[in-house]
């Protein structure tokens, strides 16, 4: 995400979206990306200032210089309070959907290995925010709801294997996800 200046002073709950980048590639034209307590968040413990030069150009400097501040514990409370609220609002409803399109005994539907590591692993990613106040990757998440859920450890690390690809072993080769192993 790129915030600009007036952006970072107007905060989260005023901006709709911001400016985006896509596997590395800043699109200045796009406004796609979505604006969020958990992305304030993220901006706070991993962004950088980034000020723009004469000519344009982009310069990184540390993340501590001086410019706008944004309050560490005020993210970290809003990226939680987002994070319930998506559990409550978003998973809790994805969870039901997925119930009825899945577990219908009368209808095979194929279960692709990205909607398994999807609904293992973005609502494990919200859980470890709720849970450390901090924003973390959907493996991380995955790694910290086993721990917490042995219950669900074997369908977390097939689904973290399958994550990190194939292995010497040959876990994480193409895989198969039916009602049973998820």
């Excluded at 690809?165 to 895989?175: D, L, M």
């Amino acid at each position: 995400m790129y915030v600009t200046r007036d952006g970072l002073a107007k905060g989260p709950d005023a901006l709709q979206s911001v400016v985006a980048s896509v596997a590395g590639t800043l699109h200045p034209e796009s406004t796609d990306g979505p604006m969020n307590w958990a992305t304030w968040l993220n901006i706070v413990q991993s962004g950088v200032r980034v000020p723009i030069a004469e000519g344009g150009a982009l310069t990184v400097v540390d993340r501590r210089s001086t410019g706008t501040q944004i309050e560490e514990e005020a993210a970290r409370d809003g990226a939680i309070r987002f994070s319930r609220a998506n559990l409550d609002q978003y998973w809790r409803n994805r969870i039901v959907l997925s119930e009825q399109i899945y577990l219908n005994d009368e209808a095979a539907h194929p279960v692709s290995t990205f909607e398994v590591e999807w609904m293992s692993l973005g609502s494990a990613r919200l859980l470890a925010t709720v849970l450390t106040g901090r924003v973390v990757s959907k493996s991380e998440g995955g790694e910290l709801a086993s721990g917490r859920s042995p219950e669900f450890r074997r369908h977390l690390t097939q689904v973290l294997d399958a994550r990190r690809g194939p292995t010497p072993r040959g876990r994480g080769a193409a895989r198969t996800w039916s009602v049973r192993s998820t």
